[in-house]
Each structure stands twice: as structure tokens, then as C-alpha cells.
């Protein structure tokens, strides 16, 4: 399996915010964990689907060059249980950013609108870890980002259709 | 416009209960940020940020804190230089340095055993206060 928690993006604007989406599916074995014949898809893993569009955001914003980790959940208040079919979208905003990191206020809808039903709220930090962890050495390349990550921000870009 | 003691001081406190997830009559001006509110130090980027926005008043000019100003970010490189620090116990030399770095700290107490081991005392609720204060107060 994949370690990735959103599929992809629908909103993007550089340093301010982003939009992604998640189709729960029935097929995901995460679902059947928690409760038996009652799927739903764990708070964590939602809060993992924010932190995924939040820190591609976060690093897109210094062009990938630092080392993006999450840090610290500020507030994750969840609002409604996730059941397969639904549609998740993740709204990340930019509150604060700096050379050591970011902060991050998120929603969590299901559906694309404001008025769609209130999922979750969830504020993020994240941190630059070189510029936090005086002393502690990382390796040089940025283990952060990997090209599954990249490669959700460049099919928004490019509009990726493959024509039949 | 200029803001009051009080004024700031409630700001403050609302920061460090949401930051440190801590009630507020914990946050009184001699609660140490570490010892007594349980900071770590990924909390202390967070404080910075909450209070960034917190004292911000115009959007279009958002308040600032340069990196380092309130919470010294090179007191580990410091703290291993020889001048500043031997067998434990900070010198003249690395006192003299950490009052310069840390201008809004209550020094009082740790001037009689400066060590290594109690400089995290120095950050009070009370130096966060003096710094916004020395920012946005009358």
C-alpha cells in the first residue's frame, strides 16, 4: 500500500492555499479496523490527509528545498464519522510562515462548497528541521518529499488527461 | 495603537493556553515556560507564530517577530564555547552574553547559581509579556 491520503489536487495557490481530495472507498482496508460491520475511515488518518496537502503546500512554498516534517497538532476537532463513499475535501491555509516552519488552518469537508458538511478542523505546524534541530544531522537529499508527492502537485499543474 | 499591561498580558495568556494546551490560572508571570507549562521546544516556534497573529491588527501589515529576538535560537552553540561555559557553570563572560541575548528576562535569581541547568528559567511568562509589551505596549 501507498502512504498517500489524498488523490489529488484541486486548488492551488502558491504560499496562501490548497485544495485536495479524497475518495473513500469501501475497498480500503483501513475502514474495517476499528469497529466491525461499521466502516469508517479513523479520525488519524484524516488528520494525515490534511497534514499530506497542507506540507506539499508548505514545501512548495520554498520551491522543496527544506525539510518539511509535521510537528505539532494544534486543534483536530472532528465534527462527523467518514463512511465509505464519501468525499473528502481538505481545505490547508497558510496562517503564519517562516524560515523555521509554518502553521497551518484546515477544514475538512464533505463536498467541495462551504456549505457542505463541517468534517473536522485541524490546525497544523510544521517544521523546517534544519533550521530547528541545531546540531542534529539529516541526510542531504529531501527525504520529505518524494516523488509520489511531487507527482500530485504536477498532475494539477499540468491538467494531466490521458486521452484514450 | 498602544496597547495596555493588561491588555497584553491577556493576550498573552490566551497564547500560551492554546500553545501549551495549559488553564489559564497556570499562566501566571512566574511560571517558568519549560518547568511549570511543560514548553518543549518545537512549542516555542508555535508560541512565536500564535503570537504573531494574536498581536497582529492589520492584515496588511502583519506583526513580526524576528527569528531569535524573543527565545535565543543559538544558545546550544553557546553554551559549548569554553569563554561561556566551564564544568557546568556559565562565566562572567557567558552571563554577560545571555543578559545581552535575553534583555526581557528576570536575571535576579539565577545571577546567584548560574549554571546550565536552571537557564531554561530565565523564559517566564513574565519575559514573554516584557518582550510584547516593549512591542506594542504604551
Same mark, same amino acid.
Given at each position: 500500500m501507498r502512504w498517500l491520503w489524498i488523490d489529488k489536487f484541486v486548488e492551488f495557490t502558491s504560499r496562501t492555499s490548497a485544495t485536495a481530495v479524497k475518495n473513500v472507498s469501501l475497498a480500503e482496508e483501513h475502514l474495517h479496523?476499528?469497529?466491525?460491520d461499521f466502516p469508517i475511515m479513523p479520525h488519524s488518518l484524516i488528520i494525515e490527509g490534511m497534514a499530506q496537502t497542507a506540507g506539499i503546500l508548505v514545501g512548495e512554498a520554498?520551491?522543496?528545498?527544506?525539510?518539511?516534517?509535521?510537528?505539532?497538532?494544534?486543534?483536530?476537532?472532528?465534527?462527523?464519522l467518514v463512511r465509505p463513499g464519501d468525499t473528502l475535501y481538505y481545505f490547508a491555509r497558510i496562517s503564519q510562515l517562516n524560515e523555521a516552519g509554518a502553521s497551518i488552518e484546515g477544514v475538512v469537508r464533505a463536498g467541495a462548497d462551504a456549505a457542505s458538511p463541517l468534517v473536522a478542523e485541524i490546525e497544523l505546524m510544521f517544521s523546517h528541521i534544519d533550521k530547528n534541530l541545531a546540531g542534529a544531522a539529516f541526510p542531504e537529499h529531501n527525504f520529505v518529499f518524494s516523488d509520489q508527492f511531487r507527482d500530485l502537485l504536477g498532475n494539477y499543474r499540468s491538467g494531466a488527461q490521458i486521452p484514450l | 495603537m498602544p496597547m495596555s499591561h493588561?491588555? *497584553? $498580558?491577556?493576550? *498573552?495568556?490566551g497564547v500560551l493556553v492554546d500553545a501549551l494546551g495549559v488553564d489559564a490560572e497556570e499562566v501566571t508571570p512566574k511560571a517558568k515556560l519549560r518547568e511549570d507549562l511543560g514548553a518543549e521546544s518545537i512549542? /516555542? !516556534?508555535?508560541?512565536? /507564530?500564535?503570537?504573531?497573529?494574536a498581536f497582529t491588527t492589520d492584515p496588511a501589515k502583519p506583526f513580526k517577530i524576528p527569528r531569535g529576538e524573543l527565545f535565543p535560537d543559538d544558545l546550544p552553540t553557546l553554551m559549548n564555547d569554553e569563554r561561556y561555559v566551564k564544568d557546568g557553570k556559565i562565566t562572567p563572560e557567558g552571563l554577560a552574553? !545571555?543578559?545581552?541575548r535575553m534583555p526581557y528576562s528576570d536575571f535576579t535569581e539565577f545571577d546567584k547559581n548560574p549554571t546550565m541547568e536552571t537557564? @531554561? @528559567?530565565l523564559l517566564t511568562v513574565?519575559? *514573554?509579556?516584557? $518582550?510584547?509589551? @516593549?512591542? *506594542?505596549g504604551q
Open positions: 479496523d476499528l469497529y466491525p520554498r520551491n522543496f528545498s527544506e525539510k518539511v516534517i509535521l510537528a505539532k497538532i494544534g486543534r483536530a476537532t472532528f465534527h462527523r | 493588561d491588555e *497584553v $498580558y491577556k493576550k *498573552v495568556q512549542d /516555542f !516556534l508555535d508560541i512565536v /507564530f500564535r503570537l504573531e497573529k552574553e !545571555l543578559k545581552k537557564a @531554561s @528559567s513574565e519575559t *514573554v509579556v516584557n $518582550y510584547m509589551q @516593549s512591542k *506594542v
